[in-house]
């Protein structure tokens, strides 16, 4: 039977076929390493978890530097016409091409297919060298605003026109040019953040955590200063979890409200059994509380919906606890119309391309977020435990062997088939 395209259905799920194409990026520097890797394991746990009866089969799209070799562009039309109509994807770390038009191929990529959510999950691997006491203890999703904030890439330089005309502009509205140390010398960024951009990252948040029976969602802003922004985002999320999910969920706001319209007692009551009866909890904290606290009480987190700038933070400082960006695994995702691009979250990493020894973890556990995400969990699950008991055994690639205690070094392809052997 011939490869199908996964669809959208009309109540907005998606339909994955069988035998279905799955288009993918290997990446420039280290990703035809990893990516050759990565495939090789999530072909054998299919293969292994369902008999033949479903397959991937793989369909390239160029991008970065082998696209601008054989086609001279970074980022050909035709790579976007395929991931908009195939839906998912995957792909390998690229280069940022210095000077020219396209700041970021990542970027463009998001931009083009308004993949709103980048979402990252953060755990751990036991046996991961790790620099905090109890790495275990981290286990979150961070739900990141892909879309808006410091990202849009509003900026006027200093002394140009544009700051300028800006300038001139606050210069009519009262109080505003005292805010303004140095005028004359100021280069100025814009941050947009929008309801319909806040909710529809917070309403993907609630529904992750309420489809995996997680108790909490915290939205994570720095709204004590940016008020109309960072601030809105957390009122926004709040108005929204009550509003659509009403019984479902049990917000820090309405907690506040009973506080106000009783005390404290009756409101804590209010909290308590909310938690008995499995409400998923919708709280909030300020983002710098939020990095210290990923160090000091990690457990108390594990769903988070943020801004993108916060969110861009948090997933290294998440990362790093846990290992490192050699294992981190990231997906950028438009839940309304299906598209997702799942990738590995480090970069080209140059000066080791094709050593065959960098680790593909990566790419592999954003391919395990793939087969999650189109429903073929059980392949998933596979790779995941295989993943856990191959570093378990101390079975690793150089970054982590550096780091532990009588492990034995394998090469990036070595460390694919040994993963492919625990495959149950
Ligand atoms: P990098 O992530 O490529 O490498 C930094 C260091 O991290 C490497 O020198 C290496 O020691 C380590 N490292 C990275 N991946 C690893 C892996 N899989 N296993 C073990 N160790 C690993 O970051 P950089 O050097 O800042 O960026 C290089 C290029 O990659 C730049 O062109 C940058 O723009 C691009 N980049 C792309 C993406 C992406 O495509 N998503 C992300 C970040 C950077």
């Given at each position: 039977?011939?490869?199908?395209?996964?669809?959208?259905?009309?109540?907005?799920?998606?339909?994955?076929?069988?035998?279905?194409?799955?288009?993918?990026?290997?990446?420039?520097?280290?990703?035809?390493?990893?990516?050759?890797?990565?495939?090789?394991?999530?072909?054998?746990?299919?293969?292994?978890?369902?008999?033949?009866?479903?397959?991937?089969?793989?369909?390239?799209?160029?991008?970065?530097?082998?696209?601008?070799?054989?086609?001279?562009?970074?980022?050909?039309?035709?790579?976007?016409?395929?991931?908009?109509?195939?839906?998912?994807?995957?792909?390998?770390?690229?280069?940022?091409?210095?000077?020219?038009?396209?700041?970021?191929?990542?970027?463009?990529?998001?931009?083009?297919?308004?993949?709103?959510?980048?979402?990252?999950?953060?755990?751990?691997?036991?046996?991961?060298?790790?620099?905090?006491?109890?790495?275990?203890?981290?286990?979150?999703?961070?739900?990141?605003?892909?879309?808006?904030?410091?990202?849009?890439?509003?900026?006027?330089?200093?002394?140009?026109?544009?700051?300028?005309?800006?300038?001139?502009?606050?210069?009519?509205?009262?109080?505003?040019?005292?805010?303004?140390?140095?005028?004359?010398?100021?280069?100025?960024?814009?941050?947009?953040?929008?309801?319909?951009g806040s909710e529809r990252l917070i309403r993907a948040a609630i529904l992750y955590a309420l489809e995996h029976h997680l108790p909490t969602v915290t939205l994570v802003h720095k709204g004590n200063i940016m008020k109309y922004t960072e601030g809105a985002f957390k009122i926004w999320g709040y108005a929204l979890a009550e509003r659509e999910f009403g019984d479902k969920v049990y917000t820090w706001q309405q907690w506040e409200n009973a506080k106000k319209t009783h005390d404290e007692d009756t409101a804590n009551k209010e909290l308590k059994q909310a938690k008995a009866h499995g409400k998923l909890i919708i709280n909030d904290v300020i983002a710098d509380n939020f990095l210290q606290q990923i160090l000091l009480a990690p457990k108390d987190y594990s769903v988070v919906a943020t801004l993108n700038l916060n969110g861009d933070y948090i997933s290294d400082a998440t990362a790093a606890a846990v290992g490192g960006i050699g294992i981190a695994p990231g997906a950028n995702i438009n839940y309304l119309t299906g598209h997702a691009v799942f990738e590995a979250t480090h970069g080209t990493a140059p000066r080791f391309a094709d050593t065959d020894t960098m680790n593909p973890s990566s790419l592999l556990l954003s391919g395990v977020m793939m087969l999650e995400y189109i429903g073929w969990h059980e392949a998933a699950v596979a790779i995941t435990e295989a993943l856990g008991v191959t570093i378990m055994r101390k079975r690793v690639t150089i970054d982590f062997y550096n780091l532990m205690h009588d492990a034995t070094l394998l090469k990036t392809s070595e460390f694919a088939h040994e993963i492919i052997k625990n495959i149950k």
């Open positions: 039977m011939a490869a199908e395209k996964i669809v959208m259905n009309g109540e907005g799920k998606l339909t994955v076929p069988d035998h279905v194409t799955i288009p993918f990026i290997e990446g420039d520097g280290i990703g035809p390493d990893v990516w050759r890797a990565s495939k090789m394991v999530l072909d054998a746990a299919v293969e292994k978890c369902y008999n033949n009866k479903r397959r991937i089969e793989w369909l390239e799209m160029l991008a970065g530097e082998k696209a601008f070799n054989q086609t001279g562009e970074w980022l050909p039309a035709a790579t976007l016409d395929i991931a908009r109509e195939y839906l998912v994807s995957i792909k390998g770390p690229l280069t940022t091409p210095v000077g020219g038009g396209i700041r970021s191929l990542n970027v463009a990529l998001r931009q083009e297919l308004d993949l709103y959510a980048c979402v990252r999950p953060v755990r751990w691997f036991h046996g991961v060298p790790s620099p905090v006491v109890h790495p275990e203890n981290v286990d979150m999703v961070i739900f990141r605003e892909n879309t808006e904030d410091i990202y849009a890439g509003i900026e006027f330089a200093s002394g140009t026109p544009e700051a300028e005309r800006l300038l001139k502009f606050l210069q009519g509205e009262p109080g505003m040019m005292k805010k303004i140390r140095f005028p004359d010398s100021s280069g100025f960024g814009i941050k947009p953040v929008s309801k319909d």
